[in-house]
Structure formats: C-alpha cells, structure tokens
C-alpha cells in the first residue's frame, strides 16, 4: 500500500542538496522497513530454484579498527558447518590495500574463529593483476605497508616508491624545514623517468607526498629534468590507478567519528594539481568499491569458491555492507551490470579478461557467471552509515555507467533493498528467506 506514495516522493523532490539528503533518508527509512518485504515476496516466489552467495565488508560490518562487532561470531555460525566450513560461498571485499590478501585472510581467521582462505578476500588492488600493460612500466607506488612485496605478487617489477624518491632527491622534500637541504641540487642523470602512478592507499608525510607526487606529475616522470614549469607541456599527464576512494572510515570503537580515508588525500591532490596547472587530475582506472570491476572480480571467486564446494553456481548475490557510498552504490552498479551484461564500461576496461588472473585450467572451463543473476546489497548500521548522516561520499564518479547518469538516478544506486541492525540479522534475515 505504501508503494505508490514512495514513487510519487521520488519524482515531486527537486535536485537540491537539502531534498537530495532528505530523499535519501526517507529512502533508506523506507527500505529499512519495506525493503524485506519486498525482497522476501520475490525471493519466495523463486526459493525452489534459487541459491545464493555473500559478499561481506570488513570494516564496519565484521569489525571496527582491531575490535570484532557483536554478533559477528554467531553470523557466521549461519553460514558455516559444524566443522567450520563454509556451506554458501562468502567473500571479503574491502577497500584496505595496505597488506596482502593472504595476510589479511590470516587476520580474519584469528579474530573470527572460522577459516578464510585467501582466494575468499578482495583487495582494492587485486585486479591490478589484469593490468599487464602497466606491469611492464616504470611505476611510482603510494602507500603504506609491504607496498614493493604487494606490488611483486600483483605482477610488477620495477616499482619506485616515495621514500625512494625522498632519498634520490632530497631538495625537493623540503615542507618540514628539518629535512630541508641547503648545500647546492645535484642533478642526477641517469634517473629512470617513471611512467605511471599506482595509489593503493594514502601515504604518511601528506605534505611531502603532495609535493613529490605533483613533481612527479608535472615534469612527465622524470625530477631529475628539473623542468619544473607550470604549463601544460606535460598534459595530459602519465597514467594514474587509484585504489579505494572512501573518503571516511571507522576506527575503534571509542571513536565514534570517521576518520580521512584515501579519497581524502586523492582530493587534496587533485585540489594541488589543478590550481597549480589549471588542468584536472585524469585517472586511468579507479579500483575498490563502489567500481564494478572489484564486484566483477568478487563474482568471480564466488564462483571459484561454489566450483570447489562442488556447489552450483548461485545465481543471487548478498553485498552486506556499512557505508551507502560504496558498498551500496557499488552493489547496485553491478546488480545493473548484470541485467545489461554489457561489456567496455569499467574505465575503458574490458573486463571480459578478468579470469585470466586465475591460473587453474580447470576453473577456466567455469569462468562464465552468466547463471549470477541478481545483486542485491544490504545495509547494516555498524559503521559509517548513520540514519541522517550525510558525511560521506566519494572524489568521483567511478565509472563510465555512474558519470553517464542523472542525479535521481545516482541517488536512488545508494539505496539499499533493506536495512538490518548487524550481520548477524542480515544473515539471519537472508538465511530464512532461503529455506525450504
């Protein structure tokens, strides 16, 4: 009965920020209570075929900083055997990008109590392995944590990262008056220009890597020219990969406001390098949520996963998530992807190779996920979503699909099918709807 006053809401709000929030509030209200009703009626009229999957974030709906959230252990014990194994093909898909997946899986495992396997978990720059072409090249990686050893096992080979660059031209890190260097430049010759950025996650020093990466920008690569002119000689600039763009997260529990993200700095550089060249920050591709490649990329190892189980591969997709702005959004592109099956959209990527990051020729025969047929992502109020909290959002659009959109349609990809308390009763939730 409540549908058609829904719809009409929807088209007599005006674009301006003010409605645009109180749209998304009363949107979210309302899918918080009719959501699973809806879904439940179009679930039920097809439980006797269907099966399902799950794709989980971490941060904000497993845990919060080092600390798990209530009810995590027992959510898992909707989805695990008496042995602990997985009966529905889960996968962890997570902004972070400063470890390895395998270290990460190690994480989870301890503080979970169930086994994850590392082909379960997502990193933002996991389909960094697809890029071969930019392998080949001279790359100046951003970020923290085992940044070369990442890079080795995504494929690349000649990786500089900031602290290199400090060392190699210590006058140019020269903000903090302390590492400022007096004595004359010397100019250094044999430097290999580098030919594309990598951003996996912010870097420490802020203020120093804006400086050493705007360098790096505006003279093609190569410092060591000391062409450091603002003109657009060097535009556009060399290639730029940008893992995770939230702009907030949650830490520990006792902090109950967000903390900057990646999309933070990634702003503050674009700002720099606009006012200094009067050009726009160009990105090659974006990774992480919300952008569909790493929910094609999850798809994909749930159906690695459902081949081993020696299961069929489901054909409804759960992406539980905290925050509206990715998991949501993203969710909601791919659950679009699916219903078009169109290909070229990612970034001008063509993500029909994406299986050829796995190796095993038997999965080969099965890297088809045409039976996946529905996405649907839920919202849980763990995290960074706050009902008529509006701090959030992204740098830009991810994708070719999302900037190709209008501002109504944009919002209503940030709406999720139902809104749950915790893991724990949206995987209850989700569970009963798929029984009998």
């Known amino acids: 009965m409540l ?3 829904c719809v009409i809401l929807i088209w007599l709000f005006d674009s301006t920020a003010h409605m645009k929030r109180a749209f998304d509030s009363f949107a979210i209200s309302a899918a918080r209570l009719y959501g699973p009703l809806r879904e439940s009626r179009r679930l039920l009229r097809t439980s006797k075929t269907s099966n399902y999957s799950l794709i989980l974030d971490i941060d904000g709906v497993i845990c919060r900083g080092r600390d798990i959230l209530p009810g995590v252990k027992e959510a898992f014990s909707l989805i695990t055997d008496d042995k602990g194994r997985f009966s529905v093909p889960t996968v962890f898909l997570t902004n972070g990008s400063n470890t390895l997946r395998a270290a990460k899986a190690a994480k989870l495992t301890e503080l979970i109590g169930v086994h994850i396997d590392p082909d379960q978990v997502v990193m933002a ?12 090249k001279h790359v100046l990686f951003v970020g923290q944590g085992p940044v070369k050893e990442i890079a080795s096992h995504l494929g690349f080979s000649t990786v500089t990262l900031l602290d290199d660059l400090r060392v190699l031209f210590p006058h140019l890190d020269c903000v903090d008056f ?3 260097k007096l004595d004359a430049f010397t100019q250094i ?8 950025i990598v951003f996996l996650g912010e870097p420490l020093r802020w203020e120093s890597a804006l400086q050493l990466i705007t360098d790096v920008l505006i003279t093609n690569g190569n410092p060591a020219s000391m ?9 556009p600039h060399i290639p730029i990969v940008a893992c995770n763009l939230d702009l907030l997260w949650m830490a520990e529990k006792g902090l109950p406001l967000p903390r900057f993200g990646h999309g933070i700095f990634l702003h503050c550089l674009a700002s720099v390098y606009h006012k200094l060249t009067g050009n726009d920050l160009q ?16 798809a994909h190892c749930i159906q690695r996963q459902a081949f081993t189980m020696k299961q069929d591969c489901p054909d409804t997709i759960y992406v539980i998530g905290d925050n509206p702005e990715s998991d949501i959004l993203g969710g909601n592109l791919f659950a679009r992807y699916l219903k078009k099956r169109g290909y070229g959209r990612f970034d001008h990527l063509d993500v029909r190779f994406i299986d050829t990051v796995y190796e095993s020729p038997l999965f080969h025969e099965h ?5 996946i047929k529905h996405c649907v992502p839920v919202l849980v109020e763990t995290g960074v979503y706050h009902q008529g909290c509006t701090m959030n959002g992204i740098v830009h659009p991810v994708s070719l ?8 349609e944009q919002a209503r990809l940030r709406i999720p099918a139902f809104v749950e308390e915790n893991l724990f009763h949206a995987l209850k939730t989700i569970s009963s709807r798929h029984q009998g």
Do not use: C, W
Not at 125 to 136: A, N, V
Not at 189 to 196: D, G, L, T, V
Not at 227 to 235: A, C, I, Q
Not at 401 to 408: D, G, K, P, Q, W
């Open 227 to 235: 062409e450091h002119k603002r003109t657009t000689k060097n535009y």
């Open 401 to 408: 699909l999302l900037a190709e959109l209008s501002e109504e």
């Open 3 to 5: 549908r058609k006053p």
């Open 178 to 180: 302390k590492r400022r």
């Open 283 to 298: 990105f090659e591709a974006f990774l992480g949520k919300p952008s569909e490649i790493s929910y094609v990329h999850a």
């Open 125 to 136: 720059h996991s389909p960094l392995k697809m890029f071969s072409d930019l392998q080949k």
């Open 367 to 371: 890297s088809s996920f045409e039976s």
């Open 189 to 196: 010759s044999a430097f290999n220009p580098i030919e594309a």
